[in-house]
């Protein structure tokens, strides 16, 4: 039986390319047969991975290409409708949401960020 531990990895970036509610990494992928932007963010020391589409309507969420997080670097925030969420888990914590972001799991190790794929999740050449 396949575990996600089996899922691929891909390459994202280097791990000092996310720097602590700073700038994002964004990347393609294939969610649900659909062709989706991604980011990944650095937030506590740890880098995580959502699909680049708020939760209250799904539109891309960056204010500036590549910005997610608010003025104090603690949340994420939708530029469109306000809504606001953790960076860690992708839980709305305010706003016009309708659950949470679809977060994407990644693995960090050598000094590299990979996002791990899933059976809906898949890169673009799949």
């Known amino acids: 039986m396949n575990t996600p531990a089996d899922d691929p990895v891909y390459a994202l970036c280097n791990s000092q390319d996310l720097v602590d509610g700073g700038r994002a990494v ?3 992928v294939v969610y649900a047969g659909q062709t989706c ?3 990944a963010i650095r937030y506590q020391g740890q880098p995580h991975a959502y699909l680049n589409r708020c939760a209250h309507v799904a539109m891309e ?3 500036q290409p590549d910005q997610f997080f608010d003025d104090s670097g603690r949340w994420l925030l939708c530029a469109t409708h ?3 969420y953790d960076p860690d888990t992708g839980a ?3 706003g016009p949401c309708r659950g949470g972001l679809v977060k994407i799991e990644l693995v960090e190790h050598d000094g590299v960020v990979h996002w791990r ?3 809906h999740l898949k890169p673009l050449e799949f």
Request: net charge neutral.
């Open 61 to 63: 969420m960056d204010w």
């Open 37 to 39: 932007r991604a980011f």
């Open 26 to 28: 964004s990347f393609d």
């Open 92 to 94: 709305c914590r305010g």
């Open 117 to 119: 794929s899933q059976y």
């Open 82 to 84: 306000g809504a606001v």
